[in-house]
């Protein structure tokens, strides 16, 4: 039974309309710098072009389908480690592509942002591996290279074989990984958004000098995870803080969205299982002082599009010849901690089946939580999810099945959008933008595309609208902004009273 009163309270300036009454869905098309993303073995596929990843043509004419479509933004997934939960073996991550090998996904972006005008760019990045200071510097390039058109997407690390390639032998513990990047989030905006004066930048040829240095301000951050005594080294670019994305739906990694994020993405089967955590950030934001509303969710969400409903199956049937099983079951295996080879195929998986303490706690909560769609998951039913699309719901049919699909998403978990994920590439992003959205469109819940007349707006003016480059003024990150900061005073450990 639904509690109305545990729902956050409704507002209306920042809800994304397109001046017809009808809520604007944002869709974010979903890829990874790699051959298997969430429907590993489609390699194989004579159409799938994931095994071109490599070569940079593959992503600029990926961007030019994406502006020709006006999708919002390429979402760039990223893993620092292979999967070695299935199996106690990292084996079957490599030899079944899944998602290995990978490069990084920082360097197509500038490529794609010069055959672009109108797409962003989410690049996903961790807290937990490189100072702020380095983070920083390259997110103001890249926000100056896209002119503004970039967004980064939060995460926390923890696999065990990403930490000890850094020469680290355990991951930092869930909460705690939170609690430290709350500071590094902290570090960032003080480098972002108080180092420098909006008037620093002051070219005056007659006295050589290009910049103030009265204005630009010396960070001095002494916390408990970081210390920093440096100047931000990149002048302000157009955002200044690249829009904010954050993965992770647990309670530590609710309450900082709560904090930080502009935009969630999410991931579950059923909109069921997904609504009363949507509803608890947006309860959560209104605490902090934030408008609910100016939080975007965007859900995983995998369409198999074609031009009947029958043709849409008939296609299904044959990606399901190239799906590799085992590829799936690696990568639930590695998010959830479960080891799905040592269980029997039709046992209900419960929370207590995780032996592995590090994990995506929001994913096990998915593929542990019973809804209408799924009322109990067993190693079958998770093999059979799992190699095509896997983190989300897969729809299946004409351009208006899908359409009103991705209606009821909306009505039922209260999602803004979606991160579109592919079966095969290009294949499911020309399907999105040749099909797809025109149906979005002839609905008026899609953006027509911008009159080439009209200049470009930043990634945060597409979500916020035209003039809203910065950061909110509910924001949390706006206590740092250059004309109001105060730096905070140095963290001290506490000790513990004698007897």
């Not at 709350?182 to 620093?200: F, G, I, M, N, Q």
């Not at 002494?222 to 157009?238: M, R, T």
């Not at 979500?463 to 206590?479: N, P, T, V």
Request: overall charge neutral.
């Amino acid at each position: 039974m639904s509690n109305t009163s545990q729902q956050p309270p409704a507002t209306t300036g920042a809800r994304h309309d397109l001046g017809n009454g009808k809520k604007h869905i944002l869709i974010n098309a979903f890829d990874m710098s790699t051959v298997g993303h969430l429907s590993p073995g489609q390699w194989k596929n004579p159409v799938d072009k994931s095994a071109t990843k490599r070569k940079l043509a593959y992503w600029i004419e990926l961007a030019k389908l994406l502006e020709r479509g006006g999708v919002n933004a390429l979402f760039l997934a990223d893993t620092y480690g292979g999967y070695d939960t299935f199996e106690g073996s990292v084996d079957n991550c490599i030899r079944r592509a899944a998602q290995w090998p990978i490069t990084d996904p920082t360097i197509p972006i500038s490529a794609m942002a010069a055959v672009t005008k109108n797409l962003s760019f989410a690049i996903t990045a961790s807290t937990s591996f490189e100072p702020p200071y380095l983070l920083a510097k390259r997110f103001s390039t890249l926000d100056h290279f896209t002119d503004g058109r970039i967004g980064w997407n939060i995460v926390t690390s923890w696999k065990k074989s990403a930490f000890k390639a850094i020469g680290l032998d355990n991951p930092i513990e869930h909460d705690e990984r939170y609690r430290q990047a709350d500071e590094y989030l902290r570090v960032l905006y003080k480098l972002w958004e108080s180092s420098w004066s909006p008037t620093a930048l002051s070219p005056d040829p007659a006295n050589d000098s290009y910049v103030d240095p009265a204005q630009v301000r010396t960070i001095n951050h002494q916390g408990k995870y970081f210390s920093l005594n440096a100047k931000h080294i990149v002048d302000p670019s157009p955002q200044r803080t690249p829009f904010l994305f954050q993965a992770g739906t647990s309670s530590a990694g609710s309450d900082f969205a709560a904090t930080h994020a502009e935009a969630i993405f999410v991931s579950g089967h059923s909109p069921s299982v997904l609504r009363p955590k949507i509803d608890a950030i947006r309860t959560l934001a209104v605490k902090k002082g934030r408008d609910p509303r100016s939080i975007k969710v965007f859900a995983t969400f995998t369409p198999i599009v074609a031009e009947t409903d029958e043709l849409a199956q008939e296609k299904l049937a044959e990606l399901k010849k190239y799906a590799s099983t085992i590829g799936g079951l690696v990568l639930v295996s590695g998010w959830t901690g479960i080891d799905l080879s040592k269980l029997p195929l039709d046992k209900e998986i419960s929370k207590e089946d995780s032996a592995e303490a590090h994990k995506v706690t929001s994913i096990l909560d998915n593929f542990t939580t019973a809804s209408k769609e799924h009322p109990r998951w067993t190693p079958r039913l998770v093999a059979e999810h799992a190699a095509i699309g896997g983190l989300g719901p897969v729809s299946v049919g004409s351009p208006q099945t899908v359409a009103d699909e991705l209606e009821r998403w909306v009505k039922e978990a209260d999602v803004d959008g979606f991160n579109i994920g592919y079966v095969t590439t290009p294949g499911t992003f020309e399907e999105v933008v040749d099909l797809l959205i025109p149906e979005l469109r002839k609905r008026g819940i899609y953006p027509e595309l911008p009159d080439p007349s009209e200049e470009p707006v930043t990634a945060r003016e597409k979500i916020y609208g035209k003039g809203q480059k910065g950061l909110r003024h509910d924001h949390e990150g706006s206590r740092y902004k250059y004309d109001v900061y105060r730096e905070d005073q140095p963290y001290v450990a506490e000790t513990c009273a004698k007897a």
